[in-house]
C-alpha cells in the first residue's frame, strides 16, 4: 500500500478514536432525568473536579445563568487587588514557577518541619481538639446550613479529628512530594501574575479551581485522606419519590467509617435538582442583590442587571459544595 494511503488510514483511525473517546464524554446537562442520576452526576463531576459541568448540572438554566452573572459581579475589576495584595500574588506565583522551585521551596520548608516537631508534635492531639470544636461551633451557628446539614458536617469533622491528630504532618518525605504536587499545581495553573488572575472569565476560573482541587486531592491522599475512594464508596438508594420531590439516601464510607446523609430533590421542567443547593444558591444571589443595592452609589462599578426572567441563585466564590444540588422549599430536618 503507497505510503500516503498508509497515512491516510492512521489519520482516519486517530480521528475515529477520538471521537469514540469523546462520546463518554458529553456536556452535563442541568439536573438528572431521575432523583438517583441527578446525584450520581453531582458526585461523579465533584470527583472529577469540574467545578463548571457540576454547576451546569446543579442548577436549573436560569439559575445557572444568574450564578455566571452574579460570579461576574463579584469578580469585576472595579475590584481591583491593592498594591501589597498585587505584590503578594506576584511573588508567590514566581516562587511556585520558577525552574528550581521544587528545591528552594522544599529547603526552605525542611527546618521549619524540623522546628515545629520539636516544638508542636505532643501538642497536635490537643491543637485538632481545639479546632474541631471551633468548627462545630461555627457549623452550629451557621444560618445557611439546614438542621441536616449541619448534623451531616458534624459526623465528618468527629471521623476527620482522629486522622488529624495521627497524620504524619512533620513527615519530611511526605513533605518532599507534597511541595513537588504543589509546584505542578502552580505551574498546571499556567499564571504569571496578579494581573492574569484577576483577568479570568467564569469558564477559565473553574478550570483552575479544578487544578488547585486536584493538587489538595493528591496531598491529602499522601498524608492518608484519599477522598476519591470516599466517592468511590457511595452508595445510592431512592427512599421515595412522587411528580413533585424525592428523597435520596447516600451512604459513603470516610476514613474507614460509614456514614451516611439524605439528599432531597425537587423536579423542576422535567429534571431533578437537590432542593437545599439550589435554595442556597438563590438566597445567595438576594443578598448579593441586596449588598449591591445598599452600597453607595458608584456608576463606574454598578451592577448590570439580572437578565430579565431569570431566577435568583447564588454565586460561591469557590463551587465546592459539600452535596448535590437542589431549589427552593422549607429546610430539610429528616435524617437517616
Given amino acids: 500500500m503507497p505510503v500516503a494511503r498508509l497515512r491516510f488510514a492512521a489519520i482516519a483511525c486517530f480521528a475515529l478514536l477520538l471521537v ?4 463518554d464524554k458529553e456536556p452535563p446537562k442541568p439536573g438528572g432525568e431521575t432523583p438517583v442520576a441527578a446525584v450520581q452526576q453531582s458526585l461523579e463531576l465533584l470527583k472529577q473536579g469540574d467545578f463548571g ?34 505584590a503578594r500574588v506576584d511573588q508567590t506565583l514566581r516562587q511556585f514557577t520558577a525552574a ?36 462545630t461551633t461555627a457549623v452550629e451557628q451557621n ?26 504532618w512533620f513527615d519530611q518525605g511526605l513533605a518532599k512530594q507534597a511541595v513537588a504536587i504543589a509546584v505542578q499545581s502552580a505551574r498546571d495553573l499556567k499564571l504569571d501574575n496578579a494581573a492574569q488572575l484577576q483577568q479570568l472569565d467564569y469558564d477559565s476560573a473553574m478550570q483552575k479551581y479544578g487544578v488547585l482541587y486536584t493538587g489538595a486531592k493528591q496531598v491529602l491522599a499522601l498524608y492518608g485522606l484519599a477522598l476519591d475512594e470516599v466517592f468511590d464508596s457511595a452508595k ?22 460509614p456514614l451516611s446523609t439524605q ?17 442556597q444558591a438563590r438566597d445567595a444571589h438576594i443578598a448579593l442583590l441586596q449588598a449591591s443595592s445598599s452600597a453607595p452609589a458608584n456608576p463606574a ?35 437517616s
Fill in 263 to 279: 439528599v432531597i430533590l425537587i423536579q423542576q421542567d422535567g429534571r431533578w435538582y437537590d432542593r437545599d443547593l439550589l435554595q
Fill in 301 to 335: 462599578s454598578a451592577p448590570a442587571p439580572a437578565p430579565a426572567g431569570s431566577v435568583p441563585t447564588p454565586a460561591p466564590a469557590m463551587p465546592a459544595p459539600p452535596r448535590p444540588l437542589t431549589p427552593a422549599s422549607p429546610p430539610v430536618t429528616a435524617r
Fill in 53 to 86: 459541568g457540576f454547576w451546569k448540572h446543579a442548577l436549573p438554566p436560569a439559575d445557572f445563568a444568574t450564578l455566571r452573572s452574579d460570579w461576574a459581579r463579584n469578580h469585576s475589576p472595579a475590584h481591583p487587588l491593592d498594591e501589597d495584595d498585587r
Fill in 20 to 23: 469514540a473517546c469523546h462520546k
Fill in 143 to 168: 444560618k445557611d446550613f439546614t438542621v441536616a446539614q449541619k448534623q451531616d458536617l458534624r459526623d465528618v469533622l468527629t471521623v476527620l479529628a482522629p486522622w488529624a491528630q495521627k497524620a504524619p
Fill in 236 to 257: 445510592l438508594s431512592l427512599l421515595s419519590s412522587d411528580q413533585a420531590s424525592a428523597q435520596v439516601k447516600l451512604d459513603y464510607v470516610l476514613l474507614g467509617t
Fill in 100 to 135: 528550581d522551585a521544587q528545591t528552594k521551596l522544599y529547603a526552605q520548608l525542611r527546618p521549619k518541619l524540623v522546628q515545629f516537631q520539636q516544638q508542636y508534635s505532643d501538642q497536635v492531639p490537643v491543637m485538632v481538639g481545639i479546632f474541631q470544636a471551633i468548627a
